[in-house]
C-alpha cells in the first residue's frame, strides 16, 4: 500500500488560511469516509483534528475543516495562528483492511 | 481522562527480539481496537498493524513491511496490547506509538523509541 501524496510543505501568514491536499486512489480515500487528519508538533505524539472526513473530535479549534473529491481529501485551516506550525498528516482506511497515512505536510506560519 | 503508556523500547541489536507495551486506562478496553505505528527520526509516519476489540474475536492486520516479523497481541484482562517485534534490522529504528481505534485514531501514547544497533 502506497503513502497518500500530501505536498511537503505549506505556508502562510497570521489570518489567512491554508489547505492541505491528500491525494489516494479508489482504492482508499475514493472509496472510503474513515479519513482522518493528524497535527504532530516536534517530540510529540499525533494528535488527531478531523475523522471521517468533515468531523472534528471535542475540543479541536473549528478553525480546522475536511473535506473530501474523489480521490483527494482536504484539510484547510482558516485564520492561520502561530500554534498550527507543525506537521500534519492524513491516513484513510483501505481496501486491504491495512491502515495508510500520508507523506506529511509542514506548516509554516510566516 | 483516557491514557495509553508505551514501554519497552531500547537498544537491540540487528536480530533480537523485543517486545513492546502499552498499558491503557479510563477505557473499557476490550471494546476498542488497537493500533500500532512507528516514525523512524526525521520520517513520516507508518502504520504497523491493528487488532480489533472482543467483538472481532483479535482479528489482526500487519503492514506488509513487517508482516511476518512483528506479531500484534492484547491482554484483555490487564488492559494492555503487545507488539512483539522478532529478527529486529537497522530499518526498525523508531519511535513506536500505540493508538486506539482500528480506522481513526483518537488516543494516542507518548512513544518509545526502539533503536536497532550493533
Known amino acids: 500500500q502506497s503513502a497518500l501524496t500530501q505536498p511537503a510543505s505549506v505556508s502562510g501568514s497570521p489570518g489567512q488560511s491554508i489547505t492541505i491536499s491528500c491525494m489516494g486512489s479508489?482504492?482508499?480515500?475514493?472509496?472510503?469516509?474513515?479519513v482522518s487528519w493528524y497535527q504532530q508538533h516536534p517530540g510529540k505524539a499525533p494528535k488527531i483534528i478531523i475523522y471521517?472526513?468533515?468531523n472534528r473530535p471535542s475540543g479541536v479549534s473549528n478553525r480546522f475543516s475536511g473535506s473530501k473529491s474523489g480521490n483527494t481529501a482536504s484539510l484547510t485551516i482558516s485564520g492561520l495562528q502561530a500554534e498550527d506550525e507543525g506537521d500534519y498528516y492524513c491516513s484513510s482506511y483501505t481496501s486491504s483492511g491495512a491502515g495508510v497515512f500520508g507523506t506529511g505536510t509542514t506548516v509554516t506560519v510566516v | 481522562e483516557v491514557q495509553l503508556v508505551e514501554s519497552g523500547g531500547g537498544l537491540i541489536q540487528p536480530g533480537r527480539s523485543l517486545r513492546l507495551s502499552c498499558t491503557t486506562s479510563e477505557f473499557t478496553f476490550g471494546d476498542y481496537a488497537m493500533s500500532w505505528f512507528r516514525q523512524a527520526p526525521g520520517k513520516g509516519l507508518e502504520w504497523v498493524g491493528s487488532i480489533g476489540g472482543e467483538g472481532s474475536g483479535g482479528t489482526t492486520l500487519h503492514a506488509a513491511s513487517v508482516k511476518g516479523r512483528f506479531i500484534i497481541s492484547r491482554d484483555d484482562s490487564k488492559s494492555i496490547a503487545y507488539l512483539q517485534m522478532n529478527s529486529l534490522k537497522s530499518e526498525d529504528t523508531a519511535v513506536y506509538y500505540c493508538?486506539?481505534?482500528?480506522?481513526?485514531?483518537?488516543?494516542w501514547g507518548q512513544g518509545t523509541l526502539v533503536t536497532v544497533s550493533s
Open positions: 479508489s482504492s482508499d480515500v475514493g472509496t472510503y469516509n474513515y
Open positions: 493508538a486506539r481505534g482500528m480506522y481513526q485514531f483518537e488516543y
Open positions: 471521517e472526513v468533515i
